[in-house]
């Protein structure tokens, strides 16, 4: 079973800058991707950025050019780097980690850490 669990959420300014980690309870190497969602109140659970096992990213159009999603395979943690903050990215942010399983892939999820971001 994998486990996630989420750090470096809080409040910043427009324009600052924060690091969320995921440290996971499996090697993230044998995990096919790692990734970041959010969902602010009364909005969908949305993507915000991915990465492979192969070291392959996507990220949200919202986000390109400001967020930044690495990991430390030796940590077994994930990061993401966010810079230039806008307060339209105020949300709860989601690790999430896709398995593959015989039956197809299954997702697990941490349980969240809040980013809120003053104008």
């Known amino acids: 079973q994998v486990q996630l669990v989420e750090s470096g959420g809080g409040l910043v300014q427009a324009g600052g800058s924060l690091r969320l980690s995921c440290v996971v309870s499996?090697?993230?190497?044998?995990?096919?991707?790692m990734g970041w969602y959010r969902q602010a109140p009364g909005k969908v659970r949305e993507l915000v950025a991915t990465?492979?096992?192969?070291?392959?990213?996507n990220y949200a159009d919202s986000v390109k050019g400001r967020f930044t999603i690495s990991r430390d395979n030796a940590k077994n943690t994930v990061y993401l780097q966010m810079n230039s903050l806008k307060p339209e990215d105020t949300a709860v942010y989601y690790c999430?980690?896709?398995?593959?399983?015989?039956?197809?892939?299954?997702?697990?999820w941490g349980q969240g850490t809040q980013v809120t971001v003053s104008s």
């Open positions: 990465i492979t096992s192969g070291g392959s990213t």
């Open positions: 499996s090697r993230i190497s044998n995990i096919n991707r």
């Open positions: 999430n980690a896709r398995a593959r399983h015989y039956l197809g892939d299954l997702d697990y």
